[in-house]
C-alpha cells in the first residue's frame, strides 16, 4: 500500500537526520544490547546510559554475568530501580549458558522459555539484538501507529495495531526500523502530543514516592551497602507507613534477592 510505503519512508528519512546516540547503538552484540533492553524498561534513557557502560565493565558476556554474585549484581544495578529486572538478566545469563552453550536463541519461541522473557521482551531482543523482523510495542511505538492511523480513534486495542506493524515494518533492517520508530515517538512526546492516551491500554503510571516500589528500593539499598542488617535496623531506617516492612522483606526473600541468616538480612550469594 502507497500509504504503508509512505510512512516507513518518513520514519526512517526523520532517523537520518535525527537519530539518538546510545551506547547500545554502537554495537551489534547481543548480549549488550539484552542487557540494554532489560534496563531500559520502565526506566528513562538518560538513566540507563551511565549504568548501562558501567554495568557491561564489570559483567562483560553471558558467562561473566552469570558468575557473578547476587550481591555484586544488585550493587551495579542500584539507581535503575525495579530490582526484579536484575535478578532475571542474571537468571537468563545462566539459562543461556548453561542451556543454549552461551548464544541467545534466536527464535520467539526458546526466547520465552528464558526466565522473565515474555511477548514484549522476546519481540524487543529479536529485532534489536538479532536484527529480525518482529512484532511487538512500547509506549513510543504506539503512539507513532495511534499518531499515523488511528488520527481520531478512541479505545484502540493492540490487536488492532499489530497488524499494521507487521505490514509496515523494513524486514531487511528491523533494527534500524525499530530505532527510527523510537526516536520518531521520542519526537511527537516532544511536541506535546500523547496518542497513547487513545489506546484502549493506556493506564497512567502510579507515583513513587510512597509506594511499595521505593520501600523495595530503599531496603535493598540499605542492605547493599551495609552486607546484612537486623530487622529491627531497618525499621530505624526506613518509615514504612503504608507498607508492611516485614512483607517487603518478605518478598524479597522469596525473589532470591535476600536471604535471612542468623536472625540477619543479607543479599543473597
Known sequence: MKKDLLFRKKILTYYRSHKRDFAWRRTTDPYAITVSEIMLQQTQVERVEPKFVAFLKLFPTWRALDRAPVSKVL?????????RRAMMLKKMAHAVVHEHGGKLPESKEEL?????????????????????????????????YLHFFFPGSRKVSDDRVRPVIERTMDRKDPRRFFNALMDYGTYLAE???????????????????????????????????????????????????????EGVVGDLIKEGMLVRRQGRIAIAK
Request: proline share 3%; aromatic share 8%; hydrophobic share 35%.
Open 75 to 83: 550493587k551495579a544495578w542500584q539507581g535503575l530501580g525495579y530490582n
Open 112 to 144: 520465552e522459555k528464558l526466565p522473565g522473557i515474555g511477548s514484549y521482551t522476546s519481540g524487543a531482543v529479536l529485532a534489536f539484538a538479532l536484527n529480525k523482523p518482529s512484532v511487538f510495542l512500547d509506549t513510543n511505538i504506539r503512539r507513532v
Open 191 to 245: 511536541q506535546g502530543e500523547n496518542a497513547n492516551r487513545r489506546s484502549k491500554h493506556y493506564v497512567k503510571q502510579a507515583k513513587f514516592e510512597g509506594s511499595r516500589r521505593k520501600v523495595r528500593g530503599e531496603v535493598l539499598r540499605f542492605v547493599v551497602h551495609r552486607r546484612s542488617v537486623t530487622l529491627g535496623e531497618l525499621r530505624k531506617k526506613i518509615t514504612s507507613p503504608a507498607h508492611s516492612l
